[in-house]
């Protein structure tokens, strides 16, 4: 191509790049008022997210609390009739040892009492302090949320 050529085709594209820099421009500024009205209403909606989900982790804790005991208690109350068999049995003159069943419900209390439950309790406690934290002071929590957002 001649640079008159060349020239020729610019004049021709130069309005086109200028409507199109116009409608960008339009554009940014139609998108500065959308994210300037809507600001204050994701705030509060990220401000409700953090609350709920802090809530349903919470009963989630619960849930983990209630399963961990009820299991332990299962646990429990199984290895108390074991053991009245095992001395009805050795009353009776037969002796069968049930020690590795013991053991096995050992194991079963402490996996409900001492796992299961502290999970439990510290997934309730850490989700009762954000929500609590998103109640109390909403900016912070805004602001711990959006760094976790850019990290």
């Known amino acids: 191509m001649s640079p008159e050529q060349i020239k020729e085709v610019a004049k021709q594209v130069e309005p086109i790049i200028q409507q199109w820099a116009v409608e960008l421009l339009e ?5 500065k008022g959308f994210v300037t009205e ?16 802090a809530a349903i982790r919470m009963i989630i ?7 961990g005991w009820k299991f332990s208690l299962f646990i429990e109350r199984k290895r108390q009739r074991m053991h009245d ?8 003159g037969q002796r ?9 419900h ?13 999970i439990g309790t510290l997934l309730f406690f850490a989700a009762l302090l954000d929500g609590v934290k998103a109640l109390v002071v909403p900016r ?3 602001i711990e949320y959006l760094t976790t957002l850019v990290k």
């Open 27 to 31: 554009w940014a500024k139609t998108g």
């Open 106 to 118: 050992t194991l079963g209390i402490i996996i409900g009492r001492f796992l299961i439950i502290p």
């Open 38 to 53: 809507q600001a204050p209403l994701i705030a509060q909606e990220v401000i409700r997210w953090g609350i709920t989900s």
């Open 61 to 67: 804790g619960i849930i983990a609390i209630v399963v």
């Open 140 to 142: 912070i929590y805004l």
């Open 96 to 104: 069968n040892s049930y020690s590795d069943l013991h053991s096995l």
């Open 85 to 92: 068999r095992e001395e009805r049995e050795i009353e009776n």
